[in-house]
């Protein structure tokens, strides 16, 4: 039995260790925020937080997940109480399709926790793992200063 | 790649077959008619909370809810807020008032003018900028005039705004006045705004769909779920088009999770509890294919082989003047050959489908650009009628075109049948990559004549490659057709979409773009049709996103040819072109063309798409290694009225980025007629550190809108590739340009 918080719950599951976290969450406990986009690592899509480190949750196997907290775009804000990130998503109409957004802004909200003022440079190395295809890039570069300026009061 | 001669054609099924290829035009017509339709009931109204139901799009509720239904499906293009904004407008109510409900499948839901429901060739706004905003009219004054009798005063003395009636300084909720107005005579063709009344077309806010997307609630394809809900993982021939010859399954079916093995008509499929189990268990199946002939291809020799087919004669697409009888000989003719590769889509969201039978319907979930043949897939392979067929549509993980085949449709309910449970069917990226519907690889040759004033008098261009519509005939009818068509006729008609095209027609697609920007007096445009089988399909602005490659790069040798400057060269030769005019002025001013910052460098690249002018300037530099940086677009755009400016401006970014990766790294390559990419490590992708700067310049019109998802991307491929030109005099003939350069 794996057993970890999820979103601040306590949650426990007996499926196979080697399983990907992003499958559990989506079959079994049916938050569909975090999304699948490539299974190998390389897009970012499935981003959740791991003790609040950005992590591809499509290639971290469950039982590495045993005793940690884990938090999903669920977990971090929503439309009555959002994430400073969220606002700023919308308020810089940041998301077209939308589909690869959920990572984006879990990689974005865990640069911010750790460093609350990036540079262009520290957001390059935090975000390029994330794909968009769609080409909202500048929209998040923007959005994440947006963010980070209303977090220093300014 | 000929098909058997037409003298065999019966007249029938030729009609049906000619019909179906209606989507020769330039952009996209979904165009098989689905005969016998009659006509259906209306479609019921998006919400049970009674009230007004002034016409298929509209619903005011007592509770004062605005109910809208969306015709056209969203994704990313934003049509989920710019369509919302047109009833909006005329309705007098906040965008973010408005509940949005995608469509059901149902004639009242086809863009006007349009055979079937789907969505495509940047024709949303176009579509139903005078429809959508005619049924919010005429709600309004539904209401209105309801309000008016109710409150015993002149219809005229009241005002409508935000979502109130309003008589001096008291105001009511139009949802007060629903049901009177329900049972009252609907106003039709009610007056419509003038643009200089407009309260929020043409202003830049918040799109609406954004909150759901930034909190991860919008529901996509690959979100939907109920009880009973089985994940199925297939796998199909590594080749397209190959077919199951043997399987042992029994390692496959023993794994843990596994509820069934089944044998579909493309490939065999695992059916079990959760994806991971599905995807386990897949790898353990041993499948033996029959191999179509594309088993025998690989890119080298399809590339020799269209090398060879340049020196065809081909068919006339295009003439004026004297065509290719007015090139001279001699230092003013000027030739040069071009090519770009096959390329995938690769949406963020991979291909899946929902797919539900019992009671003798079935039920789909799924992101897709045609619903309609969505739903005609479905009933063929569920082997119910289609009226028993329903559709829910998602939002959808983006389109560019992937979305308007509809195969993974037709294997989830396949699927559903043959395991006798609800299946999502889930496509890995591997599965993605390598069965996509690909944007055709292109070879062209071009010679052009100048005369004594350095002036372009003759254009001249050879297409080699595929045609797009004969593949997607093949889609629709293998999808649709057999409703009404035997399977042998299918076949049959399929293979005459394939031998049109080579013989009858050219493909509009295929050439769209190498002419028409410019009005040289004499030009010629030739086709050659090399087909070696690969699927291939409408991508993001079609025959655009390479056929401006060509010849706006092409342009920009005449000009250096010639000895003149790029954008001056290219307004001698647009004057019939206004609109093409100012995009490019505007362009080149913004972008202080001519005066780049120390150290960078420029190229302009300006073309015509789906009605909308748009060019481009690309600014980069160089590193001592060589390494070149995109560091800025600049981009110049008119597409009539902007409904929503910020979503114009955000289109142009996206197809930008959409048109660089595919400048700087896409490529699709075959080998034994095995797709050899299947991930972002081999199909890569821009990133936000390689992202440039974008800025969007949106030319102020009132004019009808025209489309702006696709029109961004033509242009930056030649405008990036004449800035490399530029700093560092070599002219690179191909895509993609990391073949040749590398990038930082
Ligand atoms: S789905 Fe996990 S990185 Fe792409
Ligand atoms: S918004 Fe569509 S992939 Fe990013």
Known sequence: MIRFTLNGRLVETDQPPDTPLLWLVRDTFKLKGSKFGCGAGLCGACTMHLDGAAVRTCILPIEDVDGAAVTTIEGLGSRADPHPLQVAWVEHAVPQCGYCQSGQIMSAAALLAANPAPSDDDIDAQMSGNVCRCGTYPRIRRAIHAAARKGQGA | ?744
């Open chain 2, 1 to 744: 790649m000929s098909g058997p001669g037409h003298g065999r054609a019966p007249a029938l099924t030729r009609r049906t077959a000619l019909k179906a290829l209606g989507l020769v035009g330039g952009g996209l017509v979904v165009g098989v008619p689905l005969a016998g339709c009659g006509s259906p009931p209306p479609a019921p109204p998006p919400s049970a909370g009674g009230g007004l139901a002034a016409n298929a799009f509209l619903q005011i509720t007592p509770g004062n809810e605005v109910h809208f239904v969306l015709p056209r499906t969203e994704m990313g293009q934003g049509v989920f807020d710019g369509l919302a904004t047109l009833v909006a407008e005329e309705l007098e109510v906040a965008p973010e008032a408005i509940t949005v409900h995608h469509a059901p499948v149902h004639p009242d839901f086809r863009r006007p003018g349009s055979p079937a429901q789907g969505t495509g060739g940047s024709t949303s706004l176009s579509g139903h900028y005078a429809q959508l905003r005619q049924a919010g009219a005429n709600a309004r004054e539904a209401i209105r005039q309801a309000a008016a009798a109710e409150l015993g005063l002149p219809a005229d003395s009241l005002a409508m705004r935000d979502g109130r009636v309003v008589s001096g300084d008291r105001s009511w909720p139009y949802g007060q006045f629903a049901k009177a107005a329900a049972g009252r005579p609907l106003p039709a063709d009610v007056e419509l705004k003038a643009p200089a009344d407009f309260r929020v077309i043409g202003r830049d806010r918040p799109r609406i769909d954004a909150w759901a997307k930034a909190t991860g609630t919008a529901e996509f394809g690959l979100d939907v779920d109920f009880p009973g809900l089985h994940r199925a993982v297939l796998v199909r021939c590594p080749v397209a088009g190959g077919t199951v010859r043997a399987a042992r399954t029994d390692a496959a079916a023993a794994m843990p999770g596994v509820h069934k093995v089944v044998t579909i008509f493309n490939g065999v499929a695992v059916v079990a509890r959760s994806y991971w189990q599905a995807r386990q268990a897949a790898e353990k199946l041993e499948i033996d294919w029959h191999l179509p002939e594309l088993a025998g291809v690989s890119s080298p020799d399809l590339r020799r082989r269209m090398e060879r087919a340049l020196a065809e004669d081909g068919s006339e697409a295009h003439k004026a003047g004297d065509g290719a009888d007015a090139l001279p000989a001699g230092a003013r003719r000027i030739e040069a050959t071009y090519w770009a590769p096959f390329l995938a889509h690769a949406t963020m969201e991979p291909m899946n489908c929902t797919a539900r039978i019992a009671d003798g319907g079935c039920e789909v979930w799924v992101g897709s650009q045609v619903p309609e043949s969505a739903r005609g897939a479905a009933a063929h392979h569920a082997g119910v009628p289609r009226e028993n067929v329903r559709v829910h549509s998602t939002f959808l993980g983006g389109g560019f075109g992937r979305r308007l085949t509809n195969e993974y449709v037709a294997e989830a309910v396949a699927v559903a049948r043959a395991a006798g449970v609800p299946v999502q069917l889930i496509w890995s990226r591997e599965d993605d990559m390598r069965h996509d519907r690909y944007r055709p690889v292109s070879l062209v040759r071009f010679a052009a004549g100048l005369d004594g004033d350095g002036r372009v008098e003759t254009w001249t261009v050879k297409r080699v490659g595929p045609n797009i519509a004969a593949h997607f005939t093949d889609d629709l009818l293998e999808t649709i057709a057999p409703e009404f068509l035997p399977w042998g006729m299918a076949d049959w008609a399929s293979k005459r979409g394939h031998w049109f095209f080579e013989n009858v027609m050219v493909n509009g697609s295929s050439v769209h773009g190498l002419f028409g920007d410019y009005d040289f007096p004499h030009q010629e445009v030739r086709h050659v049709t090399v087909d070696a089988g690969l699927p291939v399909g409408y991508w993001r602005s079609v025959g655009h996103s390479c056929n401006a490659f060509f010849a706006e790069s092409f342009m920009d040798e005449l000009a250096h040819a010639a000895g003149r400057d790029p954008v001056a060269f290219r307004l001698a030769h647009n004057a019939h072109d206004p609109r093409m005019q100012a995009v490019i002025r505007l362009a080149a001013d913004k972008a202080g063309w001519g005066h780049p910052p120390a150290g960078r460098f420029q190229g302009i690249a300006a073309h015509n798409s789906f009605d909308t002018a748009v060019a481009q300037v690309a600014e980069v530099s160089l590193d001592d290694d060589g390494a070149v940086t995109v560091h800025k677009v600049t981009c110049a755009v008119d597409c009539g009225i902007a409904v929503n400016p910020d979503i114009v401006r955000a289109q142009m970014e996206g197809g930008i980025a959409y048109g660089l990766t595919a400048a700087l790294y896409g490529e699709i390559t075959l080998a034994d007629g095995i797709v050899q990419q299947g991930n972002f490590d081999d199909y890569p992708m821009l990133r936000l550190d390689q992202a440039p700067a974008v800025d969007v310049h949106i030319v102020p019109g009132t004019a009808a809108p025209t489309g702006v998802g696709e029109p961004g991307l033509p242009p930056i491929a030649p405008a990036l590739a004449n800035a490399v030109f530029a700093a560092t005099g070599t002219r690179i003939r191909e895509l993609p340009l990391a073949n040749h350069l590398s990038f930082t």
